[in-house]
């Protein structure tokens, strides 16, 4: 169903402060269309079920047939924040309340289409860069970035096909981190290749909500923030410490209830990423593709979230749950996804 009105749109257009313009660029077949369709579902203008299915910004036919993004295509979506999501966008961003207009422009990652990459920066003022988590960075992404930053856009990152890591590759969480950890430096060695002085430091940090980990073709995402909020409460301390804890070498032992820089002996020790992050979404899948509801259902109501899944959806096995408990879990509607780098103004200059 859709969450705004036309009227809508036309009042927030003659409010400036409020638009944001944004290209997603990446490496082909890195799932950008599919991404895109999951943030348009977001905005309501495409069910939540056919996201990364019916690849909306492909409009040719040619593009349809052959599963390929040839030219540049726009679209609008309406995004309404509320205080919390905009609680940490800097003061200096101004804006006219909380709802904001998105120009979205989804670009083709296959060489040939290059020029179309170049239109679509130009009109735009921020870039979401996705990068496959299995392929990591590859050629026509370091082209896309050196096109970006040649522009002065300051890039934000996701690293998707998270589901892949789960249902591919079965990898382990160090394995899991190792990979993404080399996919952000692989991407943050060509923004200071490519930086200009004049925009500062353009590097990606996931502690700093600069990265975003997704799973476009099913729908879901979250940023280090949304779990640092959980875990906040927990420990007793606030959002950005926490956010530091669950990247880099920080390893925390449950046994005696400390966190070091380095991993004790101790088979209790793990990395706070691996932890916190990776695990829980680990044991969460691996229930619903074993259709193990009971185990399943017990976990999301200790984490709170049971309701939020449909009573509907909880007959459902295998993938389709998966997807309807992940994005009932970590959606991208939610604060913790690729929509609110760009909404709160991170990938902007002035």
């Not at 799932?31 to 409009?59: C, F, P, W, Y």
């Not at 924040?81 to 905009?86: H, I, N």
């Not at 002996?265 to 899948?285: A, M, T």
Request: proline residues 3%; hydrophobic residues 40%.
């Amino acid at each position: 169903m859709v969450k705004f009105t036309i009227e809508q749109i036309r009042m927030l257009m003659d409010l400036p402060k409020n638009i944001r313009n944004m290209s997603v660029i990446a490496h082909v077949d890195h799932g950008k269309s599919t991404l895109t369709d999951s943030l348009v579902a977001a905005a309501g203008i495409i069910a939540m079920e056919n996201a990364g299915d019916q690849r909306l910004t492909d409009t040719r036919q040619d593009e349809q047939d052959r599963c390929i993004t040839i030219k540049s295509t726009g679209i609008s979506l309406y995004y309404q924040m509320t205080d919390q999501m905009l609680k940490d966008l800097p003061g200096s961003v101004e804006r006219d309340g909380n709802d904001f207009l998105v120009n979205l422009i989804d670009s083709p990652g296959h060489v040939d289409f290059s020029s179309e990459v170049t239109a679509a920066l130009r009109i735009t003022d921020g870039a979401l860069v996705v990068v496959d988590c299995v392929e990591g960075v590859c050629v026509q992404t370091e082209t896309v970035l050196r096109q970006a930053l040649g522009e002065r856009i300051r890039p934000v990152m996701t690293v998707n096909k998270l589901d892949r890591c789960f249902l591919e590759l079965m990898a382990d969480p160090e394995e899991a981190y190792g990979g993404f950890r080399r996919v952000i430096e692989s991407a943050n060695v060509i923004m200071a290749t490519y930086a200009d002085d004049l925009l500062g430091d353009t590097q990606v940090y996931p502690e700093k909500g600069t990265v975003s980990f997704s799973a476009g073709l099913h729908g879901w995402a979250f940023t280090l923030t949304s779990f640092a909020k959980i875990y906040a409460k927990k420990f007793g301390t606030d959002e950005v410490k926490m956010m530091e804890k669950l990247w880099g070498d920080n390893f925390f032992d449950p046994k005696t209830k400390k966190w070091t820089k380095k991993q004790t002996d101790s088979q209790s020790c793990k990395r706070g990423f691996c932890q916190f992050v990776y695990e829980p979404i680990k044991v969460i899948i691996e229930a619903c593709m074993a259709d193990d509801k009971k185990k399943l259902f017990t976990m999301l109501e200790k984490l709170s979230i049971a309701d939020k899944v449909k009573t509907e959806d909880r007959e459902k096995t295998g993938k389709p749950l998966m997807k309807a408990v992940m994005q009932a879990s970590a959606s991208l509607p939610q604060p913790s996804c690729p929509g609110q780098q760009v909404n709160t103004g991170t990938v902007f200059q002035e």
